[in-house]
């Protein structure tokens, strides 16, 4: 579980978050939506101790992370797959893999096996560098590589960025499956909150900085004001 | 800087600029207008350095080699014409150092920072090993003289008087030659970076992927910074050789581009007042690190006295990079900002 | 056999690789600093000279050239790391060119201070190699037991450097801070240490470079790396920067192509090739001849 | 006005506030009268001389030893009694060779520029070090109308009384030198019928070499150049050279290098197991260099006494002096650093050599005038023959402005260690070199002794 108490987060005198509450209970899927510039991936920044916030708490589970360095955060078991990906071009799929199980204690043979045959694709592409992949190869691996670390939650940013409806929904449903298998805890921000509202157990809707609903993801998507007003989706 | 100023406002500055520092040549002893002369060489060659640094966001290790070219010319052009107008000569010089210039930023312009850096001081080693190669045309180790400015008669007139008159009118007359050379080249370039091509170099420094998309063609814009950064340092090499009066290997060694950049940095680079300071700066350096010895009391001809340049100049460089990288010149705007805001504290 | 053994051209080669061994160490130590942190380090060369110093002036007090190069070695690992802590640290997130300048004044500082130090006048540290060349049938041959000492040791220091890289779990999480610090971060690589012990690591090869070079005929002096820095610049930025195994080869290239130019053409011209060289490869192959052509960053 | 157009204002007026500053701390410098030449001081008895020279930086290697034993020098006449009442004040200006490691600001330019604006002004400079460096000032110091005297390079450019009458060498120049080498293979049964080899530095120091062998008689049968820089960044290629002689046969080779290129040199054959018989010039050959480098020792040129004479009776006055100065210093330059149980260095016995030079003008000068003057100086020069420690006279006439203009062989000791870097003579006979003829003449040694004056 993560639970995010009056999070305030500020770049010099812009405020990006303000006292944002909300918690994604564990095992469920909980997608945090908003438009650009809502404050999302700063969020996941926050979390991940990338950005140092003002005030506020941040508790994994009973465990306070606010304060902590973002390699012993990653080392407590929360993957964090970063807005573009983070796949390091200059490495082959390979040695991506290779680096998501380095500070964790996992067998990295077992692990890499169990990555391709959840994504077969990258199996065939195991020798080439992360740049030559197209943007769901990419998004692919950089799922596989969070995985291999057998984490406990999974921070997401925006994986349908640039991707064709196609391979966003195929990832998408990749997630939900990973998420049911592991009873992972997954925090996915998403701009697309069609994709994402069609996987998440419930959903926290940004705005400029402040969360104004944490609800389950039916109830958002059956929303019309919140629908039209902050999420951008034509009423249906 | 200077990017709202009209055409007319920065002709007024640099006629007055260039006036001021003639006048103050008229109180300096000769000893000290001959470091001013020399000091306008450095300034011209440092704003080239700067030019480049912090108007296109690139780093020579490499202008002592653009000033070799500039010298080079200049002296072997006066040898062949020595009656060409001085004029004419720094135009030739400044156009083979800019030559030098498209040549050495053709691949700059696809490399990133530590690669160009590591290229052109290369560049600095294997340049003044040139002339000792090819030849008694080049003049070889013992370099090539050629004849410092000398003071007209009515020059001499005007202003002569006591003893060493005729030298010290001479140097004062190099002193304001030099000077009248630099305020054109500050014009020049200040006219420059508020123009269409200047506002380019900059969008080109801050966010090369936004250059693209609006459509400046990158290589060209960069090639063309690198010319012009080498064109003003191979004018600064010819003034250099005027005033020196000799051009050889030794006027230009490899290190004379580390202290380039040292100085850059410490009068502050990216600005013109700041390319004035690294000028001045350079030829006093031995002073103030005389002036610091002996106030500290450390013994000029110990071992550690005679390294004790290097080692402050070097240290300034360090500490004023990481924590003021700004300089000499941002130091003194930072003053005058403490200044202005006592003075309005008081005028309430 | 032994015309063969003293033969000009094969002689010429065996020069060039030993004078060209020495480049590629220098080369392999940038190679080394410029994949565990992207910086260029200008000071490396005064850095290994300083530790060198160290080291070898022990041998005044009677200690053997061992147990001198070993305090090369590991007072080269403290230094490079201490000096990333508390130079190269605050530089990580500014523009590319203020590590550069920054190196530059240390540079310009070590040297200084090594000379107001030791002085100026070159020492000669005795190596426990001969640098008398072999004979074979009453001629010398182009090689002497030192210069086989040195080849040996830069093979060597290539192909452990390598293997570190590519194959160790360390060189990928050396890599991975370098390139993409933030994502390593995220992985749970302890990217701030990493970036000491990758410079800490280049320290030791560089003090091996410096130790080879203080034992060459020239002696030891506070300058003594400059021309070689500068030569082992051109060879890492030929190979690539990214490759141990180009810097060598790059490196020993140049040596045997200088050799061939003092040998055939006119020695005056050998650093002035080797700088077009560089021109034209960067030209041509901004990237380097030995990094494979990916495209940068993602 | 707006922002940016001030800023440049206050720029410019930053600018004038440090110069303004500067031009006070400059004011006042010129001398109040005329009667005397600038740089003497008819109160106080001084007369001011200066020199540029490396104190720091690669040339300072050794170079350093020449004005230091020369401050030692002053200092010791100075103290006892000066010459005929008048002491030298003698500034010496670090100018790095122009090498720029120094940073800018000690080129010789500026350090000259220094010099001149000296307090009470400069009489001379004397004893400046090095060909670039001194080409690079003497406009300037022609116009200004200092003397130039004793310059420390053995280049034949300062013998040129018609375009620059104020300038005076000092030692015995590069190609009386290779004229010298010549004769002596030609002289000797063991040597004249051998393969030459030569390699000489790639400017007027090798060039003139060369030609000064080829006067001689001495063709080199393979004659190879190096770059100054190249003792830093391409010293492979002195072992190339050294390679190639080897296998031409060569038996005799000549180098005109400076000590690290000796350095490259000899243990470039010492790794080759090729022995040929070196000769060294005089400015790369002091026995330190050549002891380390090859423990088979090599020939050179002299025209001070061989060191290992240590009763002639100016090795004895200059240990003497040195000893006596050691530690003592002037105007922030510390005398040169001497122990009583090592030998003399070249370097050593060069600086001694020109300064008392200078003493003597002077004091021939003070002797008939009372007050020096740059004309009785000139006059002095160019009209006796001085008896200084080199066993040549410095003859200069109103045609040669050369100075010393012969010299001895010596053989540079072999063994290592401090007990062995010494020079002995080969024989008894000295070789003159006529600078504008280049006719050679012989003589037999015969050493001079200091004058009582200089106690």
């Known amino acids: 579980m993560i639970k995010v108490a009056n999070l305030n987060v500020s770049y010099g005198a812009v405020k990006a978050l303000r006292d944002v509450s909300f918690e994604a209970p564990s095992g469920a899927i909980t997608a945090v939506l908003g438009a650009n510039g809502a404050g999302k991936t700063t969020l996941l920044r926050t979390i991940s101790a990338l950005v140092e916030p003002q005030s506020g708490q941040i508790f994994l589970d009973e465990r306070n992370l606010v304060g902590m360095r973002p390699e012993a955060i990653a080392r407590l078991g929360v993957a964090h797959v970063p807005e573009g990906r983070g796949v390091i071009g200059e490495f082959t799929v390979d040695e991506n893999l290779r680096l998501g199980a380095i500070a964790h204690k996992v067998t990295l043979a077992e692990g890499i096996a169990e990555q391709f045959e959840l994504f077969p694709i990258l199996k065939e592409r195991r020798k080439q560098y992360a740049a030559t992949l197209s943007g769901g190869e990419r998004q692919m691996l950089a799922v596989a590589r969070a995985m291999i670390a057998q984490p406990t939650v999974l921070l997401l940013d925006e994986p349908s960025l640039g991707l064709a409806p196609k391979v966003t929904f195929d990832i998408m449903t990749t997630i939900r499956q990973l998420c049911e298998s592991r009873k992972l805890t997954v925090l996915l921000v998403e701009q697309n909150a069609k994709s994402a509202l069609r996987i998440a157990d419930f959903a926290t809707v940004l705005h400029v900085g402040t969360a104004i609903a944490s609800r389950p993801a039916a109830e958002v998507a059956a929303d019309d004001s919140l629908r039209e007003y902050y999420l951008g989706m034509p009423s249906s | 800087m200077l990017r709202h100023t009209t055409t007319l406002q920065r002709i007024l500055l640099s006629v007055l600029g260039g006036a001021i520092a003639i006048g103050i040549t008229f109180f300096l002893s000769g000893s000290n207008n001959q470091l001013l002369a020399l000091a306008t060489a450095y300034a011209i060659t440092i704003l080239g350095l700067s030019f480049l640094t912090g108007w296109s966001g690139q780093i020579s290790l490499g202008h002592s080699g653009f000033m070799a070219i500039g010298g080079y010319v200049t002296a072997l052009w006066l040898q062949h014409f020595s009656s060409t107008p001085m004029v004419l000569t720094l135009i030739l010089a400044t156009a083979a150092a800019a030559v030098g210039g498209v040549i050495m930023g053709l691949p700059a312009t696809k490399l990133r920072g530590p690669y160009l850096a590591g290229m052109t001081l290369a560049f600095a080693v294997a340049l003044p090993q040139l002339p000792e190669s090819l030849g008694p045309w080049a003049g070889g180790s013992q370099g090539i003289p050629l004849q410092t400015p000398t003071a007209p008669h009515w020059f001499a007139n005007v202003v002569g008087g006591g003893p060493l008159a005729i030298i010290a009118t001479n140097y004062q007359y190099d002193a304001i030659v030099g000077i009248l050379v630099c305020t054109v080249a500050f014009f020049i370039v200040s006219n420059l970076f508020a123009s269409k091509t200047g506002r380019a170099m900059r969008l080109v420094r801050d966010n090369d992927v936004a250059a693209e998309l609006v459509g400046l063609n990158l290589p060209r814009t960069r090639t063309l910074a690198f010319a012009i950064s080498a064109g003003l340092s191979g004018l600064g090499g010819a003034v250099f050789a005027y005033m020196n009066g000799t051009v050889s290997p030794a006027s230009f060694p490899y290190v004379l581009s580390i202290s380039l950049v040292t100085y850059m940095v410490l009068g502050g680079m990216g600005t013109l007042q700041g390319a004035v300071y690294g000028g001045l700066l350079a030829v006093y350096a031995t002073q103030i690190t005389n002036w610091i010895s002996n106030t500290v009391g450390i013994d000029p001809n110990s071992n550690f006295g005679l390294n004790f340049q290097n080692i402050l100049f070097g240290g300034l460089l360090i500490v004023t990079m990481i924590t003021a990288p700004r300089g000499l010149a941002g130091l003194i705007h930072l003053l005058k900002g403490l200044v202005q805001k006592q003075m309005s504290k008081q005028r309430q | ?298 | 006005m707006n922002r940016k157009f001030r800023r440049l204002g206050v720029a410019l007026t930053s600018v004038s506030v440090l110069s303004l500053g500067l031009a006070t701390a400059g004011l006042g410098s010129l001398p109040a009268g005329a009667s005397t030449d600038p740089g003497v001081n008819t109160g106080t008895k001084t007369i001011t001389i200066g020199a540029t020279v490396p104190l720091s930086g690669l040339a300072a290697l050794g170079f350093a030893d020449v004005s230091k034993s020369a401050i030692s020098v002053f200092n010791y006449v100075n103290a006892h009694g000066g010459v005929n009442g008048w002491k030298v004040n003698f500034i010496v200006k670090n100018d790095c060779y122009n090498l720029g490691i120094c940073g800018a600001g000690n080129d010789t330019t500026s350090q000259t520029a220094n010099l001149l604006n000296t307090s009470g002004g400069l009489f001379a400079t004397v004893g400046s070090l090095g060909t670039a460096t001194q080409v690079s000032v003497e406009n300037t110091l022609k116009n200004a109308g200092v003397p130039q005297l004793f310059v420390n390079s053995g280049s034949h450019y300062w013998n040129n009384p018609s375009t620059y009458p104020g300038l005076y060498g000092f030692q015995t120049n590069y190609l009386a030198e290779g004229k010298m080498f010549a004769t002596y293979i030609k002289a000797t049964a063991a040597l004249k019928s051998a393969k030459v080899g030569y390699l000489g530095q790639n400017d007027d120091f090798g060039q003139d070499g060369l030609q000064g062998l080829k006067n001689g008689g001495v063709t080199p049968n393979d004659s190879e150049t190096y770059n100054a820089t190249d003792v830093v960044f391409n010293q492979p290629t002195f072992k190339t050279t050294l390679a190639k002689f080897q296998s031409a046969g060569i038996k005799v080779v000549v180098l005109d290098t400076v000590p690290q290129g000796t350095t490259l040199a000899l243990t470039a054959a010492k790794q080759l197991g090729y022995k040929p018989t070196f000769f060294i010039s005089g400015v790369g050959s002091d026995p330190q260099t050549v002891n380390n480098a090859n423990e088979n020792g090599a020939y050179s040129m002299t025209f001070l006494p061989a060191t290992k004479l240590t009763t002639n009776k100016w090795n004895a006055w200059t240990s003497k002096v040195l000893t006596a100065e050691n530690g003592t210093s002037m105007n922030g330059v510390s005398a040169e650093a001497f122990s009583k149980n090592k030998y003399l260095n070249g370097n050593q016995q060069y600086g001694v050599a020109w300064s008392v030079a200078f003493l003597e003008a002077l004091y021939k000068v003070t002797s008939s005038n009372g007050v020096p003057t740059r004309s009785g100086i000139e006059s002095a020069l160019t009209s006796t023959s001085f008896a200084t420690p080199a066993v040549v006279p410095l003859a200069y006439s109103s045609t040669n402005h050369q100075g010393l203009t012969g010299g001895y062989l010596v053989k540079v000791s072999s063994a290592s260690g401090a007990a062995n870097q010494y020079t002995t003579a080969v024989n008894t006979t000295v070789y003159h070199v006529d600078p504008n003829s280049q006719a050679l003449t012989t003589t037999k040694v015969s050493y001079t002794s200091p004058a009582t004056w200089l106690h």
């Open chain 3, 1 to 298: 056999m032994n015309g063969f053994l003293t033969n000009r051209i094969l002689s010429d080669v065996l020069y060039g690789i030993t004078n060209g061994v020495t480049i590629g160490l220098v080369a392999l130590c940038l190679v080394l600093i410029w994949r565990s942190t992207h910086i260029l380090n200008f000071a490396q060369g005064p850095m290994a000279m300083f530790v060198t110093y160290i080291g070898l002036t022990q041998m005044d007090h009677g200690l053997g050239f061992w147990p001198a190069a070993l305090i090369c070695m590991v007072v080269g690992f403290l230094f490079s790391g201490l000096t990333e802590r508390l130079i190269v640290r605050p530089l990580y997130n500014k523009a590319e060119i203020n590590p550069i300048v920054v190196m530059v004044g240390f540079f310009t500082v070590l040297e200084a201070v090594a000379t107001a130090i030791w002085t100026n006048i070159p020492r000669y540290p005795v190596a426990p190699f001969s640098s008398i060349n072999f004979q074979a049938g009453g001629s010398p041959t182009a090689l002497s037991p030192l210069a086989v000492f040195q080849i040996v040791l830069a093979v060597g220091a290539m192909a452990l450097v390598t293997v570190l890289f590519n194959y160790t779990k360390l060189g990928l999480q050396l890599r991975a801070s370098a390139l993409a610090p933030e994502v390593a971060k995220l992985l749970g690589v302890r990217v701030n240490r990493l970036l000491t012990l990758g410079w800490s690591i280049a320290g030791v090869v560089g003090a091996v470079a410096a130790v080879v070079v203080a034992i060459n005929p020239s002696g030891m002096s506070p300058s003594m790396m400059d021309g070689i820095f500068i030569l082992g610049f051109v060879a890492a930025a030929i190979g690539g920067l990214e490759s141990p195994l180009g810097a060598l080869v790059a490196g020993v290239s140049m040596g045997i192509l200088m050799q061939f130019i003092n040998d055939y053409w006119n020695s005056n011209y050998a650093d002035l090739v080797a700088v077009l060289i560089l021109i034209v490869v960067l030209m041509v192959r901004p990237q380097g001849l030995f990094t494979k052509n990916t495209a940068r960053r993602v």
